[in-house]
């Protein structure tokens, strides 16, 4: 089709013209960022924690003034635990994903150095928390009761009690040595002596948000035993999913039975957790969907009603080419490709405006570069919408007969 007669005619509209190509840059921009930002907080709601989280229930307990027999009471508590019907293992933990806890270290690879290699989370366990939480060592080994040490032992004044093995995960020890075997290497994080790795869990993900999508799975296992008042984390795996709740319900009756002066302030199943902790983003998620739909739907109508204004416009024009021979499928492609032609010059400069909007986001909420995958998709999305839009003013244009067109308006 000849681009001249199309040409001079946006040149002539160049006001109307210059609003549909703003409108479409604009939404561009917008859905390309909004799809972007969607797809990562999806990627963060179904992202695997590596725990079991079918099977596991938890149940936090606070003290009522202060408990000198805290270590000992905690023993007695996981025996009686584990001893519920249904229950495989029971431990107790500093703290649990999807909690919004922050026991945090740096981890370094020498002593001397003053800058960080990485920020870890820490959870502190005995040789049943790989277990209960079902996690998975791809590397090493699990803890022994010799590698454990005591919460009461490493708090006391002066104390030089510290953990001298610890277990990785894979994203971390990748992160510090990369490519190499991590087993038997060592680093500082606790302490002043070294820790030394004995084990790596393919996943386990940080209890928050600490350091974005990058840093989600940076975390160290401490064989550490707390005491209940530490945290309070009473963590069951269960045999059967179905038994959740009533495990819970018994997992509280007997921690109260044990001792009077202490309250349940939490007991969930890892799923409603999971569930609590990522409902923001799936309200945002929902929110940035509904804004891409009216975004769509704004443009749409923007389209609609400029094709609509250009046909009553141009009717004399359109009834003299009709005249001239015109067949109505050269008018329908004349107003598509008119268009197309504004979209394209849309989407070019809606595309510089999504990253210069991505920069924006990156420095503020240091999210992750806006893959080039996402610009073709908001580009084909703006021209098929451009094309459906059109395709009914420019069918009615199309429609006209020459002798009603070329009458005086």
């Known amino acids: 089709m ?29 859905i390309c960022n909004a799809l972007f930002l969607i797809s990562q907080r999806l990627e963060a709601i179904n ?13 936090q307990a606070g003290g009522i003034g202060t408990n000198d027999n805290a270590g000992a009471l905690t023993q007695s508590d996981l025996a009686a635990l584990r001893a519920l ?15 919004n806890s922050s026991w945090n270290s740096s981890v370094n690879l020498t002593k001397e150095q003053t800058h960080q290699n990485l920020n870890a989370t820490v959870y502190m366990g005995d040789v049943q928390f790989v277990g209960t939480m079902g996690l998975k060592i791809v590397a090493g080994r699990n803890f022994t009761p010799e590698d454990v ?6 708090d006391k004044p ?13 994203a971390t020890a990748d992160k510090l040595w990369p490519g190499e075997n991590p087993i038997g290497k060592q680093y500082y994080s606790w302490g002043d002596e070294p820790t030394r790795v004995v084990g790596i869990i393919e996943h386990m993900v940080r209890p928050n948000n600490n350091g974005g999508f990058g840093e989600f799975e940076y975390a160290q296992l401490l064989p550490v035993r707390v005491p209940y008042t530490v945290g309070g984390n009473y963590v069951l795996r269960v045999d059967d999913p179905g038994q959740r709740q009533a495990t819970l319900a018994a997992a509280e009756k007997t921690l109260l039975g044990n001792a009077n002066n202490r309250l349940v302030t939490e007991k969930q199943t890892m799923e409603e957790m999971r569930s609590d902790f990522f409902r923001g983003d799936r309200s945002m998620a929902w929110m940035l969907s509904a804004v891409i739909v009216a975004l769509l739907i704004v443009t749409a109508l923007g389209i609609v009603g400029l094709a609509s204004f250009w046909v009553q416009q141009r009717t004399r024009q359109i009834g003299v080419r009709r005249a001239l ?35 924006m986001l990156m420095g503020k909420y240091e999210l992750p570069r806006l893959p080039i995958l996402y610009l073709p998709i908001g580009a084909v999305v703006l021209w098929l919408l451009g094309q459906v839009s059109v ?6 244009a199309a429609a006209v007969p020459p002798a009603v067109a070329t009458r005086s308006v």
Not at 149 to 154: F, I, K, S
């Open 47 to 59: 992202r695997t924690s590596g725990f079991d989280e079918t099977h596991i229930v938890r149940v």
């Open 85 to 99: 019907p249904g229950v495989k293992d029971a431990t107790v933990t500093n703290q649990v994903p999807f909690n």
């Open 2 to 30: 000849e681009l001249r007669p199309i040409l001079s005619t946006l040149r002539r509209h160049k006001t109307a013209a210059s609003l549909i190509v703003l409108e479409i840059a604009l939404s561009c921009a917008i």
């Open 391 to 396: 395709f009914g003013p420019a069918r009615r």
């Open 149 to 154: 040490v005591t919460w009461e032992d490493m």
């Open 158 to 170: 002066n104390s030089k009690v510290q953990p001298h093995v610890a277990i990785l995960t894979r």
């Open 325 to 359: 021979g015109a067949t109505k499928g050269q008018i329908l492609r004349y107003f598509q490709t008119e268009n197309f032609l504004l979209a394209t010059l849309g989407i070019v400069l809606g595309m510089v405006l999504a990253f210069g909007i991505n920069q």
